[in-house]
């Protein structure tokens, strides 16, 4: 049994405290400053509100107030499942606190920018940790087709974890060894974390297809656009190829549960979809957003927002090859300029495509 | 103009008949002597009675019986519609009449068994057409995510042609060059055909999601299954993987349009996805088919038929890696052997898997 602090306690990271507490471990979930509501919840009756779910009696809720009466030496694990935004919070929060040694697992998803180029979260984070004297922090990261909602009914779920530390690896994987939790092991931080982060990007555009089909409705002869969509996908899957690639990930990520099967389950359902389905009707983002989905948070529009502008100036320094991202542009120009989402067919199969 | 003969009036064949009318083309829809009701029905007033549409006037259809009077010099392509049960058939028709170089494209999907070993449908066809003594036919074959129906609507689809003589695929590119219809090349027919048959097996898996789901219903707290199928989803594309490298086709075609994206498309919706949803509720496979599906062809479950003793064969003498197919192995013996579809979910993960 294991001492580990999940910091987050929205759904993501509430539903894997239970599965920490399902295989055996003695689980504190720490809300942010935004989970007072859930934590109070918890406490009353174990219930997460927006989970629907009562968590097992050893996942015992905290405030973040309360941190340091709880980091203390027998602490083995910190889960961040906070949100991309949060990120920064948490390091600024737990980098007083934390043992040297003591490995960070990452839920939270997103890409950073430091001057003129990307980085992954974990990157963000090793390197705010510098600053409280953590040099060694191991980082690794969780990936996958896992609806948070899905897990905390303990439905199958089919997971990548990611950590070049191959026996922290082998550790987290038996940490988290329950009968509906199906996790593969793999090296490649790099690309888990790229594909994480884009999978919400692109499914803005996936949704199109659900928008264009609201807009247009059925064919005459009863045809809807799956077509569109699996084109869709297709393209998105090749951007995130090439984004990988040229951040020094590894293929086997992209079509692997990470990039493919992430993109997959993200597609069927959630808030990114919605949004693009909005988009696909032809409303610009910020209509969208403020008259439709006011109080959600879209994290793949939030990501062109956070990552919009350095995007360009990588194309326009010839850093990424343009022709190998004209999907990325199309959602960039959607969302960071407010134009109509296109889909610029005659620029996805030149053959000379890198 | 050129003059193109599409033997077949199913579904694909004629859709993809109206494509090459719409792109100028003379088009010759040929049925087989299973579709004289859709010959009679184009004939009389141009309407598809499957596509429920009506064909543009330069689809002129015809009976095989009448091949003999339309197969000339002129003619520069033969479009291959009929399912993959009639490619022998096809064979047989068009090899005494053909003039040699005229250029076969392959609609029909499959794959066919030689001895112990597995191959591509246009395999077959250039050794079937030998005993006619045509040696030289050029063959291409269309893969990519293109429901028939939504072609015939003219609905954005995006495929790959697939041809090893690149000047030939250029002049095919070409042909095919119409708005709603978004053709990629490839010279990797070999990937091609063996992710365009596959999809279709594979996809009986991912729909036990659904029957799951049905079965299951809701959790408490809301959640449905869709962790499960894009689990199911990404073990289907590794497995179409680990076939197409040891059949020698390229990688890129499994993430591409031909795998990831028929894989998809496929997977929203379809005949094989409800077989496999009712093999999701618990039903055996002959129960289900002769209850529920008497009368459809299941492409995947027919492909099951025709390849999974020579699979088990080529499993047993270690030909095929066992530990790189465990789904296969679950939807063939689902099908072949009538077993309960069941998901071997500790045999995905290991980490040395070929």
Redesign the interface.
Known sequence: MAKIIVLGAGVMGSAFAQLLADTGNQVFLVGTHLDQDIIDSVRADGTHPK???KLPENVRAFSYTQLEDIVDQHVRLIVFGVNSAGVDWAVARIGPLLKPQVPILMLTKGLAVQGHSLKILPQAVKEGLTQYGLSGIPLAAVG????A?????R????VVIACPDTALLEWLLNLVDAPYY????STDLMGVEVCAALKNFYTLAVGYASGQLEQRGK?????????????L???A??EI?YFVKILGGQ?DS????AG???L??TC??GRNGRMGKLLGTGLLYREAKSKHMPDDTIEGAELALVIGRTLKQLIDKGAIAQKAVPLTESIVEAVCDNQPLL?P?DR??S?SKT
Chains 1, 2 share one sequence.
């Open positions: 989970l629907k779910v996958g087709p896992c609806i909602g899905e897990l905390a009914a439905r199958q779920s089919s199906h996790a593969r092991g064919a005459p002869n009863g045809a809807l656009m799956h077509n569109l969509a699996a084109g996908f297709t393209q899957l090749a190829h293929i992209v079509f692997g549960l493919a099967g992430d997959y389950v069927q359902a889909i067919w996805f199969y053959k």
